[in-house]
């Protein structure tokens, strides 16, 4: 029961229902504020105890400076939690063994159990091993149930085990998607009170759902047990940047040019933890689908949030996606009453402001390397043709191929070799998938088909594509091309493009070609998409289909004719390109509400493979010794009632000194898992076959697969070597190179502490827990850049390693740090007295004894995470608090 501090409770009449409020009226201030800041302070409002929200969190939300830097702490509780599967199965993991860790403390272990809906959508696991034909999808869910039943059966368990869980099964649609359509309420209600839908989910890409009114954002998987278990999120009130938006559209651009236009906007304005929030006249012209698409790439922009308000079209969109007429009332009512209702004729007080007039967005493309480096498809051949250098040795180098089906041709660098339309960004959007179907149809009717080269897939956020899809007679002409359906997952997004065929692998590989993707997704991080591939590029679903006809990048679609038509007429781009009144008149016969209903009217049931696993059933899980899937985690061995002092760190050694714009995509492990890697030769010694590896995702459950597989992306590149790509280091004790994983058990043997040394940006990318997961079981105490990504700072904090960064201007190389010294920090241990510190001392010593010396700054920003560092970590905080 809230405080009430502010006699803010009150009734609100809906129809028959009655429900309590809290008013955000009834607090001055609170009016003013931005949307976003709205809804956070009516949570506080709700949530006041005295304790961990306090009257003077609301007032300090009252009394919001725009302008001012973030300095005020207030404690965030989301409704609910979403997850998808390869961040969801090691909460799950970690649920299950802090029951068991609970009950040894003496504590109760039912009190491990989501206390607030929690929700995962198995979208992850699906790999694109079949495609271009017809059982394709059928083919590639029964390959997925083999990989994978182990991990499924034990989320099966965990859905009967655990209260408030629920599981979306395979080969339904990608969590954000079934997010939008189904799983968000908008408002909730809960024993009697109505009050704002607001969620974090276990994905950086949880934004989508920004764009139908819901704050919610990507959370470490760290953060999102704690958030199950009842802790709120700790935050500092953001910096609010006010996005308007004016005029339309144009024809020829898509949704995917705006979001592109968007990204490279706020990339370059700079909104690294600070909310987005979108207002003016032009709201009202962005459709939701659109919308969401906005809000899905708002990591890639690197903001916490990116929003929409909610109007008119919001609820259009609730009553297509079969929302009940009473929710729909229920959304419109309470958002009128408390002033959350979008009114493009106010303009709310923001800390910065942008502008974008959707009229001038042009047709566009990003890549090779990073979703805010924008092309205008205009200039892509001449971006590709000086770019190619970084990636070839000989650009112009062509190789003959013989493929499976007998078809000898060329193959060169800046081919295409995946064109996949795939992703919860574009997948949700029906602009620009019947763009894409509509303009397979006129190239079929063209007579234009794929390069024979081309690795061609559809996978759709939602079965109600296939219903759009048929109903618009497209799936003919899409297949025609080899666009058949694949499954409905993440896929080529998530790095699970599959296998090239085996003859163009072999040619890439025996020639170091320098191949292309080309994906409707919003990740095309170095060594993300497929091992074979150097360059990848983000394109709409139209393109996608585009460069699929084209064959490569190497392309000018202005000037250069995809092909000839049967009377030998030369067929450009601008000729199949769908004209918009012909995609809307398609959107509005294609789309109903029906199809909404039906699909998700048994979405938690399953089909008969998820029917027909074997589950576990009880309240702890038996785990299986031999399981190379599902092992107990390791973080909670040994815990002891109380925490240990926080120490100092003495005598450490660097097992990697990395540049700028590290990802949590080089951090984590991910992708393929090679046969010569230390998870490689772990599954080999433990009896798995080298075609039965599955991916690193597919293993988050086994801590021993994992941290084998941190820092072991392909791409890295760890300065301690010259010209060494991938998960390798110099051994400081012998100096030899070696695996990351193997060297940091060198260096564990001899009870020595290990430090990360970064750059700019240290950690973007997804919101991967095992990127600090496995940072922590390698041995890693302290990492030290010059800045941090939101979502991977917390969680190093999350698991015990301290953030630090260079002083302000200073860099490890403007230092004079090779990476080789021995490094001593200083000062942390004030912790242990209360206190936070705003810098400690760092020491690093040379070989011939001479010393580096700087004051870092730390990085533990608010009181909670300084008590979660004090515990070792979040779930150890949250135990020890369960069970007193």
């Known amino acids: 029961m809230s405080l009430n501090s502010f006699n803010s409770r009150a009734q609100l009449e809906v129809g028959s229902d009655s429900y309590d409020i809290y008013r955000l009226d009834a607090v001055p201030g609170l009016s003013r504020l931005p949307y976003s800041l709205k809804v956070l302070a009516e949570n506080l409002l709700r949530t006041e105890d005295g304790a961990n929200v306090t009257a003077a969190q609301i007032e300090a939300l009252a009394s919001w400076e725009p302008e001012a830097e973030p300095s005020h702490e207030i404690q965030f509780t989301p409704a609910r939690v979403v997850m998808q599967d390869f961040t969801g199965v090691p909460c799950i993991v970690d649920l299950a063994t802090m029951r068991e860790a ?40 029964d390959i997925e149930y083999q990989r994978n039943g182990e991990r499924y059966q034990f989320l099966r368990w965990g859905q009967g085990a655990f209260e408030n869980f629920k599981v979306v099964p395979p080969g339904t649609g990608i969590v954000h998607q079934v997010n939008i359509e189904y799983l968000a309420r908008v408002t909730m209600t809960r024993d009697g009170v109505a009050y704002p839908d607001t969620c974090v989910g276990t994905d950086s890409h949880t934004t989508m759902v920004n764009g139908l009114g819901v704050l919610g954002w990507g959370v470490g998987g760290i953060e999102a047990e704690a958030a199950m278990l009842g802790q709120p999120v700790s935050m500092l009130i953001p910096k609010v940047v006010g996005f308007k938006l004016t005029g339309s559209i144009p024809a020829g651009s898509t949704a995917t040019d705006v979001v592109l236009t968007i990204t490279q906007m706020l990339r370059q304005h700079g909104v690294v933890g600070k909310f987005v929030e979108f207002y003016g006249d032009g709201v009202a012209e962005v459709p939701l689908a659109n919308r969401a698409t906005i809000g899905n790439m708002s990591p890639e922009f690197g903001s916490t949030a990116a929003i929409f308000p909610i109007d008119d079209v919001t609820l259009d969109y609730l009553r297509l996606t079969g929302r009940d007429d009473s929710e729909v009332a229920l959304v419109e009512a309470y958002t009128k009453e ?12 923001y800390s910065e402001y942008l502008e974008l007039d959707l009229s001038t967005v042009v047709p566009s493309i990003a890549g090779p390397k990073r979703p805010q ?19 070839a040795s000989d650009p112009a180098q ?4 013989t493929l499976q089906n007998g078809t000898n041709t060329r193959l060169s660098n800046g081919d295409v070799a995946i064109a996949s339309i795939t ?7 029906p602009s620009v998938m019947l763009a894409a179907g509509l303009l397979a149809k006129k190239a079929v009717a063209k007579g234009l088909g794929s ?10 956020g939602s079965k109600v594509v296939t219903d759009y899809f048929t109903k618009a007679n497209l799936w003919d002409d899409l297949n025609a091309l080899g666009f058949n359906l694949v499954g409905y997952g993440c896929g080529t997004c998530i790095g699970n493009s599959g296998p090239l065929p085996q003859e163009v692998s072999d040619v890439v590989n025996e020639n170091d070609l320098a191949v292309v993707s080309v ?30 006809l084209a064959g490569t990048m190497d392309f000018d679609f202005e000037n250069e004719p995809l092909g000839n038509d049967p009377d030998g007429t030369p067929v450009y781009l601008q000729d199949i390109w769908p004209d918009p009144d012909e995609v809307q008149d398609t959107i509005d016969q294609s789309i109903d509400s029906d199809m909404f209903r039906d699909n998700y009217a048994s979405v938690f049931e399953g089909d008969d493979r998820w029917k027909q696993l074997p589950t576990p059933e009880g309240d702890l899980f038996d785990w299986d010794a031999d399981s190379t899937y599902v092992r107990k985690a390791p973080f909670f061995d040994d815990l002891a009632a109380d925490p240990a002092p926080v120490k100092d760190i003495s005598g450490a050694r660097v097992l990697a000194k990395l540049g700028d714009s590290v990802t949590t995509d080089h951090i984590s492990p991910a992708g393929a898992i090679k046969a010569d890697s230390p998870a490689g030769r772990y599954l080999a010694d433990h009896g798995v076959e080298r075609r039965d590896f599955n991916s690193y995702g597919s293993r988050r459950g086994n801590h021993e697969v994992m941290v084998r597989g941190t820092f072991a992306n392909i791409r890295l590149r760890n300065q301690l070597l010259d010209g060494v790509e991938g998960g390798y280091t110099k051994n400081l004790l012998t100096g030899e190179t070696e695996a990351i994983f193997d060297a940091a058990m060198a260096y564990a043997e001899q009870d020595i502490p290990l430090v990360v040394l970064g750059g700019k940006e240290y950690g ?22 010059e800045s941090f990504e939101r979502i991977h700072r917390s969680n190093l904090i999350g698991m015990g390693v301290l953030p630090l960064q260079f002083p302000e201007g200073e860099t490890a190389d403007s230092l004079g740090l090779t990476g080789e010294e021995t490094f001593s920090v200083r000062g942390i241990t004030a912790l242990n007295l209360g206190q936070t510190p705003d810098t400690v001392h760092v020491s690093a010593e040379r070989e011939d004894g001479t010393l580096i010396e700087f004051d870092a700054r730390v990085r533990i920003d608010t009181p909670g995470e300084a008590d979660y560092f004090r515990n070792g970590g979040i779930l150890q905080y949250v135990l020890r608090e369960l069970s007193k």
């Open 102 to 141: 609970v009950s040894s403390l003496g504590g109760d272990p039912d009190k491990i159990n989501p206390l607030n809906p929690a929700e995962m959508v198995i979208d992850h696991s699906v790999q694109i091993d079949v495609f271009g034909r017809q059982d394709a999808l059928e083919r590639n869910m």
């Open 764 to 785: 973007s990318g997804s919101s991967r827990d095992w990127a600090a997961k496995g940072t922590s079981l390698l041995g890693v105490k302290a990492v030290i850049t």
């Open 519 to 548: 994906l409707s997704g919003n990740r095309n991080f170095e060594g993300r998409i497929n091992p074979d591939v150097k360059m990848n590029y983000l394109a709409s679903p139209p393109l996608v289909i585009a460069y699929a």
């Open 398 to 401: 062509e190789v003959e191929l």
């Open 423 to 429: 992703s919860c960004t574009n997948t949700s959007n």
């Open 451 to 460: 390069k024979p080269w081309v690795k061609t897939s559809m996978a759709p």
């Open 338 to 349: 408390q002033g959350l209702w979008h009114d493009p004729a106010h303009e709310p007080v």
């Open 373 to 391: 480096d924008r092309i205008l498809l205009s200039e892509s051949k001449e971006s590709f043709e000086n770019t190619i250098g970084d990636y």
